[in-house]
């Protein structure tokens, strides 16, 4: 494998071998050296044009335990400022030679498009509303540890369906792992057609069938227009309270939570959340991701040649 760009890139038996030697990684956190020298003398260019907290430090967090050299570039405070192109950004980073490339962008299909400008492998940390693969693997980590198998699971995403790339990734993530999804929301946030890949619920009444609840924040950084009344009367219908979640569901959300919208107070930190435990999965998930794309590839071949850049 040589990028990860989306979950389709991955079979089952890909995502298991990942997840897998994401869990062999767990010991080197809690080491005294929590650093071990698989990818010494590799280089990851973190390359960020949307905001991020959780991915881009469990990428950095990542590359540095296995021994790589990280550099970070964040668009903002860079010569994207003063209006240099993606494209020329990457061949001009190209030139220090990364071997991998995590990028996340607002634009869908960027990620794809950087693979073709680099020889360095690309992992999509986010592009726009399309897909966010790395999420969607911890995920299925962290719901493999919780509950083990996730075969037969009934699995409930319940929110903005429609802007949201962690929703694509993970329904295709959990269905490829065989469990059943279905999602939920107001209809203006779940797109049109979405009943030929998952079950679709307009309301809440039969959420108690759901073995795992997976609420996702309103992306209001991706919306155009207003597609809810207003953030109150969303809540009333969609907020998942303690009334909501069942003592035997479980309940996951990416971040960043928007309390008092999409989840209650009560719930975020009630034992059936495992919010922390996602976080924490990040990190050994995108450890292994990029053990997965950097060992048995050889020596990167030279970076392309940066294009002449006219003044
Ligand atoms: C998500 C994202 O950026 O897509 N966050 C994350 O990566 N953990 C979800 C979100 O922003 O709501």
């Known amino acids: 494998m040589r990028h990860l760009l989306s ?6 038996e890909a995502i298991e071998r990942i997840l ?20 010494r003398g590799r280089r990851v260019l ?43 950004t990457v061949q001009t980073l190209s030139a220090y030679r990364p071997d991998l490339i995590c990028i996340r962008t607002p634009f869908v299909g960027a990620a794809q498009l950087v693979a073709g400008w680099t020889t360095a492998s690309v992992v999509n ?60 929301g107001p209809p203006t946030l779940i797109p049109r ?13 039969r959420l108690n069938e759901a073995d ?5 924040r309103m992306q209001h950084e991706r919306m155009t227009d207003s597609f809810v009344p207003s953030l109150r009367e969303y809540a009333s219908v969609y907020q998942i309270d303690g009334r ?31 919010i922390g435990q996602q976080v924490e999965a990040g990190v050994v998930v995108r450890m292994a991701v990029l053990y997965e794309l950097l060992t048995g590839r050889a020596n990167p071949k030279p970076a392309l040649t940066p294009a002449p850049l006219t003044a």
């Not at 979950?7 to 089952?12: A, K, S, W």
């Not at 037969?152 to 269905?175: E, K, M, P, Y």
């Not at 679709?200 to 009444?205: F, G, K, R, T």
């Not at 795992?212 to 996702?216: C, D, N, P, R």
Request: proline letters at 3%.
């Open 212 to 216: 795992v609840v997976y609420a996702l």
């Open 125 to 184: 940390a986010g592009d726009g509303k399309h897909e966010h693969p790395t999420q969607a693997l911890l995920d299925v980590y962290t719901l493999r540890e919780r509950v083990g198998r996730l075969e037969g699971l009934n699995i409930w995403i319940v929110g903005d369906i429609t802007h949201s790339r962690v929703a694509r990734s993970c329904i295709l993530a959990f269905q490829t792992m065989g469990a059943k999804v279905t999602v939920a």
């Open 20 to 39: 897998d030697r994401a869990k062999t990684f767990t010991d080197v956190s809690e080491r005294e050296i929590k650093k071990v020298p698989a990818l």
């Open 46 to 88: 973190n390359l960020f044009y949307e905001a991020s907290t959780r991915t881009r430090s469990s990428f950095e967090l990542a590359a540095k335990s296995l021994s790589a050299d990280v550099i970070n570039f964040a668009a903002s405070g860079s010569a994207v400022d003063k209006g240099e192109s993606l494209k020329d």
């Open 244 to 274: 909501r979640l069942g003592p035997r569901q479980v309940l996951m959300h990416p971040g960043p939570v928007n309390r008092g919208v999409e989840l209650a107070a009560e719930v975020i930190d009630s034992p059936q959340a495992v």
């Open 193 to 205: 057609g979405m009943e030929a890949m998952c079950d679709v619920a307009y309301d809440l009444d």
């Open 7 to 12: 979950i389709e890139d991955l079979d089952r």
